[in-house]
């Protein structure tokens, strides 16, 4: 397995890629985003371990990159910055998992072997409000993450409603939408 290590400290870099190595993994460290998009281009790494605060900016921002040139990526961020609104920014941005400093490398080996388990998610598409969300892949709706009970014509108006929301949909526009789908 390789490991993508994005972390600009010198010493932390050292010290995990001798345990990672040790635990069979073949370790590649880079130590800016910018140094990171290029090991990623070239590809190959079955996850990355990654910092937050790089000299060039934000590792997480490197999420949102890899996601934007479709690469299935697995990501654990790694940071300092570990209070909840931190932990949660970053699981939203997609990560897989989230360690605040300081940390055992044991119990980021443990992590790391979890994620590497787990199949990679793609970011799926949703839309939100409120309570409700619509994925949009599965067509599925869900209430806080419980997929309600709803009939065909049901999920066709609250779909309609969902895409323009807070906006004043025509009765007509939804009939339409509805009695239209089943002809
Ligand atoms: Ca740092």
Same mark, same amino acid.
């Given at each position: ?21 040790? $635990? ?43 996601? $934007?040139?479709?690469?299935? $990526?697995?990501?654990?961020v ?12 970053g699981?939203?941005?997609?990560a897989?998992?989230y ?70 949909? $025509? ?13």
């Open positions: 397995m390789r490991l993508l290590l994005v972390e600009d400290d010198a010493d932390v870099a050292e010290t995990l890629v001798l345990y990672l190595e040790k $635990q069979g993994f073949v370790v590649d460290v880079a130590t800016s985003l910018a140094m990171a998009r290029d090991a990623l281009d070239d590809g190959g790494f079955d996850l990355v371990v990654l910092d937050r605060g790089l000299p060039d900016g934000d590792g997480v921002s490197l999420i949102a990159w890899s996601e $934007q040139r479709n690469r299935r $990526q697995r990501f654990i790694l940071t300092a910055l570990s209070s909840i609104d931190h932990r949660v920014e699981l939203e941005s997609g897989e998992d360690i605040a400093k300081p940390f055992e490398p044991r119990e980021l080996l443990a992590r790391i072997r979890t994620a590497l388990r787990r199949p990679i998610e793609t970011r799926r598409e949703t839309r939100r409000f409120g309570p409700l969300m619509h994925d949009l892949e599965s067509g599925v709706f869900f209430v806080d993450e419980t997929p309600p009970t709803l009939r065909r014509t049901e999920a066709l108006v609250l779909e309609a409603l969902m895409a323009r929301p807070g906006a004043v949909i $025509q009765r007509e526009t939804l009939e339409a939408r509805v009695y239209g789908y089943d002809k």
